[in-house]
């Protein structure tokens, strides 16, 4: 396995002051609580209390659209967590050692990181950016290098939107190259239109971890090997869907050199954060929204 997602850095919605705040809806509803003359009758405190309750909407892993400024009902985020470890509100580095969960050689950590009301996070979705937040306290899960404590995965809006693209392409026999937390490997095993799954991720040590689980509890899951996933490109026919999730930032499977040979070799190669498409002319160019 390879890092899947960058850290999230701690985000406060945007203030009066920024460009971004002019046209966004917790404009809108901070203005109706100004007087005639624009004099605000509350601090900005209590004016985000306000917004959060009037624009917050509900979360649906499949069908929520990306939001420059992504404002959610936090009793609608469900993300399960890996292990039962109690949550904690701070960065990795500042959470006490009994709340971050060790995999048995140190490879890799866990924990069940609290985001508070209001706090926000980055939102990606191929070149577009925002901050996505939440009416009440979420429990968001994270993946952890185990030395360093760098977030490797979390479950967040960002990494739904950004696999959602991979996800539209599974049918038939599918393989997964890079395991994460599972999440793909769920969304894929639920379509209707997959029939077998093949796992690939490169630690035993994740495997033997949480993995098999994870693997075992998908009935569609034929095969999980641990190895290179590039190694199993054309080893299973030709109408297979490869969906590869290997890459530490969003965004480096567009310059991995690597992928786009085993892409233009082989079809149905997916990867995240791969930003170029091959249109009819045969022309590079960005993904659509």
Not at 31 to 43: C, E, F, V
Not at 124 to 139: A, I, M, P, S
Request: aromatic share 8%.
């Amino acid at each position: 396995m390879q890092p899947s997602d960058s850290p999230h850095p701690e985000e406060r919605l945007p203030s009066s002051g920024s460009d971004s705040f002019v046209d966004s809806p917790w404009r809108k509803a901070v203005s109706s609580r100004r007087g005639k003359k624009g004099r605000a009758k509350d601090s900005m405190e209590t004016s985000l209390e306000i917004a959060l309750s009037q624009v917050a909407e509900p979360w649906d892993e499949d069908r929520t659209r990306f939001k420059p400024e992504l404002v959610l009902q936090g009793q609608t985020y469900h993300a399960v967590p890996l292990f039962d470890v109690a949550p904690y509100a701070a960065d990795p580095a500042d959470t006490p050692g009994h709340l971050l969960l060790k995999s048995p050689g140190g490879e890799f950590a866990y924990m069940n990181r609290l985001w508070k009301r209001g706090q926000g996070i980055p939102l990606l979705q191929n070149r577009r950016t925002g901050v996505v937040c939440w009416d009440q306290d979420v429990v968001i899960p994270v993946l952890l290098d185990g030395r360093t404590l760098a977030v490797w995965m979390s479950l967040t809006p960002m990494e739904v939107f950004t696999l959602r693209e991979g996800i539209s392409m599974a049918k038939g026999t599918v393989i997964i190259g890079g395991l994460g937390m599972g999440y793909l490997l769920r969304k894929v095993c639920a379509k209707t239109t997959v029939e077998r799954v093949i796992v690939v991720e490169q630690s035993r040590e994740l495997l033997d971890w949480f993995g098999d689980r994870l693997c075992a509890a998908q009935p569609k899951v034929t095969d999980v090997i641990c190895g290179d996933a590039y190694e199993q490109l054309g080893q299973f026919g030709d109408q297979v869907r490869y969906l590869f999730d290997i890459w530490p930032t969003y965004g480096d499977a567009a310059e991995d050199a690597r992928f786009q040979a085993a892409k233009s070799q082989h079809r149905g190669v997916w990867g995240w954060g791969d930003y170029h498409i091959v249109d009819p002319a045969g022309k590079k160019s960005e993904r659509p929204e």
